[in-house]
Nanobody
Framework: QVQLVESGGGLVQAGGSLRLSCAAS????????MGWYRQAPGEQRELVAS???????NYDDSVKGRFTISRDNAKNTVYLQMNSLKPEDTAVYYC??????????WGQGTQVTVSS
């Protein structure tokens, strides 16, 4: 079955950097739209960054200029480079893969904690 496995989370100080990876076990990976979401305790899950099958990217205003989403179709992997991290970036980060409305997959999540 389809699996999305995130890695790269951890504990960092404010101003530091992390690189999240999402490895997808799915056929025709290049046709999927990919995204990174995050969810902090007591809050709703929000879209942080997305990248389409064509390579177009979109970012939430809170991370523009600090985060970069990219994909390597040869490796079936999507990345989220996070720089200049802030305490408010603390959340569980989830990888998402979509191909039309009925096809929507989620990873297990990886914890990112940014200390002051």
């Amino acid at each position: 079955q389809v699996q999305l496995v995130e890695s790269g989370g951890g504990l960092v100080q404010a101003g530091g950097s992390l690189r999240l990876s999402c490895a997808a076990s799915v056929s025709a990976f290049s046709l999927y739209n990919m995204g990174w979401y995050r969810q902090a305790p007591g809050e709703q899950r929000e879209l942080v960054a997305s990248i389409t099958s064509g390579g177009s990217t979109n970012y939430d205003d809170s991370v523009k200029g600090r985060f970069t989403i990219s994909r390597d179709n040869a490796k079936n992997t999507v990345y989220l480079q996070m720089n200049s991290l802030k305490p408010e970036d603390t959340a569980v980060y989830y990888c998402n893969a979509r191909f039309g409305i009925p096809i929507n997959y989620w990873g297990q999540g990886t914890q990112v904690t940014v200390s002051s």
